[in-house]
């Protein structure tokens, strides 16, 4: 299994530029959480999809961000137009099932967002 | 109001002692689940240990112990025989109810671990 890919996993980019973060989950998974680190702010949740669709978004800062689930094995992350206090680690996570039969997240590597 | 409090930015933990890392909840959910990750300077998130409020003993897994005490909520995570490697970021986080796969996890602000040879 190759785990929670993203892409790209650097991206830097110039203010005003549309930025697209992309999530393949691990197969099988039916959520797919999108999450946001700063040192200010740690570990913030944006969005999470159920079987594709959004259910909470409570997290999306504003509408310059917008986050699609169109299969169970793709979601995007869209920042439109970015602008430098957007520059963060974006992790992507799917859920995976533990031994006891409990579930936990298991997370991608991220991406590292630069917005000059 | 914060879930997760970790009160410790930063530990310090000779290479083969034992570390205690910090970590109290808030919750009125009598089910939860209590997750501890770890974050070594090349930012992955690596999933260590898990504990329900349910569970009757504290969750182990090698190296790694989780000290619950529910009366007190906390859930502190243990590392015996400290290793260089383990030389990280350490986060809490838990989710409302324990197995509802589906919900988000609400992390803590995390400790930074530091094991010196």
């Known amino acids: 299994d190759a785990g929670v890919i993203q892409s790209p996993r650097h991206e830097v980019t110039e203010m005003g530029q549309e930025v697209t973060l992309r999530c393949k989950p691990i197969?099988?998974?039916?959520?797919l959480f999108w999450y946001r680190q700063t040192m200010m702010r740690g570990l913030e949740l944006l969005i999470y999809?159920?079987?594709?669709?959004?259910?909470?978004d409570s997290g999306m800062p504003e509408d310059r961000f917008s986050a699609k689930m169109p299969n169970a094995s793709f979601s995007t992350l869209k920042i439109q137009p970015s602008e430098p206090r957007d520059s963060a680690v974006y992790f992507c996570?799917?859920?995976?099932?533990?031994?006891?039969?409990?579930?936990?997240?298991?997370f991608g590597p991220g991406t590292r967002l630069t917005v000059l | 109001a914060q879930k997760i409090t970790q009160t410790q930015p930063g530990m310090f933990v000779q290479e083969k002692e034992a570390v205690t890392l910090d970590c109290t909840y808030d919750?009125?959910?009598?089910?939860?689940?209590l997750f501890w990750y770890k974050q070594p300077s090349s930012g992955e998130m690596i999933f260590l240990i898990y504990?329900?409020?349910?569970?009757?003993q504290n969750a182990t897994e090698g190296r790694y112990s989780l000290n619950f005490q529910k009366a007190r909520k906390s859930a502190n995570l243990v590392i015996s025989a400290s290793q260089l490697g383990d030389s990280a970021m350490y986060f809490c986080?838990?989710?409302?109810?324990?197995?509802?796969?589906?919900?988000?996890?609400?992390f803590g602000k995390g400790t930074r671990l530091s094991v010196i040879a």
């Open positions: 504990q329900g409020s349910y569970d009757q």
């Open positions: 919750t009125s959910d009598p089910s939860y689940g």
């Open positions: 197969s099988g998974h039916n959520s």
């Open positions: 996570a799917s859920r995976t099932r533990l031994a006891g039969g409990t579930t936990t997240q298991y």
């Open positions: 986080a838990m989710r409302e109810p324990a197995n509802s796969g589906n919900t988000p996890l609400v």
């Open positions: 999809f159920n079987n594709n669709v959004p259910i909470d």
